[in-house]
């Protein structure tokens, strides 16, 4: 199997604190991961692409300093919400491929965030 | 135009129905074509991968039109279980993993 767990399920914080998301491959290494972010009744949109030791590449739009991401090795990517906002309260979800770019991605069961 | 277009639905059929889910893409280079599905504030989970010569897994079908850039999701015979929302995705990049969702349909299968 491909399974891919997320830390924290849900989040409550207040505004202008951050929060951490953590995403990681519990049973294989991957080589890419995503995060993805989806508002109520929307499609999820990428936010972001994440390569092991490398820097993230950021989707137009998407303000790299705020969602800060890290990906320290090939089983765990985090995303960092800095100063968040109400606006940030969103379902966040990472995928992660095994293989090469065109492999099937592997859903997180996704983080919920709700800034007060 | 939004890279891939669904009717949000929502559709409610008796179990036993068919019903079919429709979906178009903008970009007509795209290499990949899905369907999801994914229950109510949980993941989205592969339900199929979308070949252009059609393919059938139990009582799902999916097709792809490449010439109108439309792809479908037939269910048959309805199960209760079947109650979700039904993502087209797309991945339209060469060589990467470039994945484009639709907004859903949503699916209520009644006893």
């Known amino acids: 199997g491909a399974v891919v767990s997320q830390h924290p399920s849900r989040v409550i914080c207040k505004s202008g604190t951050s929060v951490k998301i953590e995403c990681r491959s519990l049973?294989?290494?991957?080589?890419?991961m995503f995060w993805y972010r989806q508002f109520p009744k929307q499609s999820l949109m990428l936010m972001a692409t994440s390569n092991e030791g490398s820097k993230a590449t950021y989707e137009q739009g998407v303000e790299k300093d705020k969602f800060l991401i890290n990906h320290a090795s090939l089983t765990l990517s985090t995303l960092t919400v800095t100063s968040a906002h109400p606006e940030d309260s969103s379902f966040y979800i990472c995928s992660a491929i095994k293989g090469g770019p065109t492999d099937t991605q592997y859903f997180g069961p996704g983080t919920r965030l709700t800034v007060l | 135009r939004k890279e891939v277009e669904q009717d949000p639905g929502p559709f409610n059929v008796p179990e036993g129905a068919t019903v079919a889910f429709n979906c178009t893409y903008s970009n007509s280079a795209s290499q990949s074509f899905f369907w999801y599905r994914q229950d109510c504030r949980k993941e989205p989970k592969l339900l199929m991968s979308?070949?252009?010569s059609g393919n059938e897994d139990g009582r799902f079908t999916a097709q792809l039109n490449r010439a109108s850039q439309y792809i479908s999701l037939l269910i048959r015979d309805s199960k209760l279980s079947d109650s979700a929302t039904y993502l087209c995705v797309v991945n339209k990049a060469t060589g990467a993993n470039n994945l484009f969702f639709g907004t859903g349909t949503r699916l209520t299968v009644i006893p």
């Open positions: 049973d294989f290494q991957a080589t890419t």
């Open positions: 979308v070949y252009s």
